[in-house]
């Protein structure tokens, strides 16, 4: 088990056989989740692990070289060392870690649930700006490689001091998170699993309509929806975080029991 703040991948071990398996955003680190994820172990006694995506926690070049297809397949093989060893496995995430969420939820029959934490379906400066960036390269031949987070976006206190993000977006990475937004938002009538859909209605970088839209398009499952009024981006690292534990506690017994939480 790593401790807060830092930027590697974690496991909180539990006493029983459930397990979730909980996955940070882009550009990010795991570290953006470990304050929700021990939480969620203090008060369930469940096993959560944060795993470190490809491309993540070294350069911002770093993550230009992975791809949606790389982190995915990370998610892949985390959930299937993960039921190996446990009866009922659940799968969240913050930001593209809820697109990420979906997305194994799709391809995946073992998932008992899937949770989502301000997924960007729809975007705000300046990370709505990289993505329109990354769109046009194929098409105008050119790549503006990196993408300058704004002073919202990093000025928050614990950005410099525990989640030890990027401080850019890497265009060619950002196509790639397009790619993968658009396959999840296509995919959502093959999710089968129960979903909690959590949204923050202060977040500066995805619009708080996007919660909504999952809600309305997740029509094959059950849907919970949880509004997260104080709540900026980093929900996870932010104060209504005991609220999140406990919302994603609730969801992950109710899961396990198949019955309404």
């Not at 970088?205 to 809600?215: C, D, E, I, T």
């Not at 104080?230 to 005991?242: F, L, N, Q, R, V």
């Amino acid at each position: 088990m790593n401790e807060k703040g830092t930027t590697q991948s974690f496991e909180l071990q539990g006493g029983g056989n459930v397990a979730l398996l909980f996955l940070h955003g882009f550009t990010g680190t795991p570290a953006e989740v470990y304050p929700t994820a021990a939480l969620i172990n203090e008060k369930i006694n469940c096993t959560v692990s944060g795993i470190l995506l490809p491309g993540h926690g070294n350069a911002p070049e770093e993550l230009d070289n992975y791809s949606w297809r790389d982190w995915t397949a990370a998610v892949e093989d985390e959930l299937t060392r993960l039921a190996a060893t446990h009866q009922h496995l659940l799968v969240g995430g913050l930001a593209m870690g809820g697109l990420l969420s979906l997305y194994a939820a799709t391809h995946r029959e073992d998932i008992k649930g899937a949770i989502t934490i301000n997924a960007p379906v729809f975007t705000k400066n300046p990370l709505s700006t990289s993505l329109f960036v990354s769109a046009l390269t194929p098409l105008f031949g050119f790549m503006k490689p990196f993408y300058a987070k704004n002073d919202i976006d990093r000025g928050l206190e614990w950005e410099a001091d525990s989640r030890q993000a990027y401080r850019c977006y890497p265009v060619k990475a950002c196509r790639s998170l397009q790619q993968l937004r658009k396959l999840v938002l296509a995919g959502l009538s093959a999710v089968r699993c129960r979903v909690l859909v959590m949204q923050s209605l202060e977040d500066e970088l995805v619009n708080n309509s996007s919660g909504l839209y999952l809600v309305k398009r997740l029509k094959r499952t059950q849907v919970s929806y949880q509004e997260l009024k104080h709540s900026h981006h980093m929900a996870t690292m932010g104060e209504e975080k005991e609220l999140i534990a406990q919302r994603i506690s609730q969801f992950v017994e109710a899961a396990i029991q198949d019955k309404g939480d």
